[in-house]
């Protein structure tokens, strides 16, 4: 077992930043790609990036790409979410998930393992 703890959810103002932090512990060689999703109210959840832990390769949804970044620190098991020019539209809980292959995959239902979530509020 896997489990992933996320914090450094919060308020924030439109155009402003937050980091997001999921630290894993347990079986943590079974998380070789990790990701984030979010779900805001109503919606489905989606895809926000991803990351291979061994290569660094990356991979992220479109709404995101150039405002967001996702790297990792394997020596403490964590991957951050950097977000940067925040929109109203980016409010949801978001999720931290891992998956025992390596491709850092799109499809939340290729992750095995799923953190609490934590809420991102961004004010217009």
């Known amino acids: 077992q896997v489990q992933l703890v996320e914090s450094g959810g919060g308020l924030v103002q439109a155009g402003g930043s937050l980091r997001l932090s999921c630290a894993a512990s347990?079986?943590?060689?079974?998380?070789?790609?990790m990701g984030w999703f979010r779900q805001a109210p109503g919606k489905e959840r989606e895809f926000v990036a991803a990351?291979?832990?061994?290569?660094?390769?990356?991979n992220y949804a479109d709404p995101v790409k150039g405002r967001f970044t996702i790297s990792r620190d394997n020596a403490k098991n964590t991957v951050y979410l950097r977000m940067n020019s925040l929109k109203p539209d980016d409010t949801a809980v978001y999720y931290c998930?891992?998956?025992?292959?390596?491709?850092?995959?799109?499809?939340?239902?290729?992750?095995?393992?799923w953190g609490q979530g934590t809420q991102v509020t961004v004010s217009s």
């Open positions: 998930a891992a998956r025992s292959l390596s491709p850092p995959v799109q499809s939340a239902a290729l992750y095995d393992y």
């Open positions: 990351i291979n832990r061994s290569s660094g390769g990356t």
């Open positions: 347990g079986r943590t060689f079974s998380s070789n790609a």
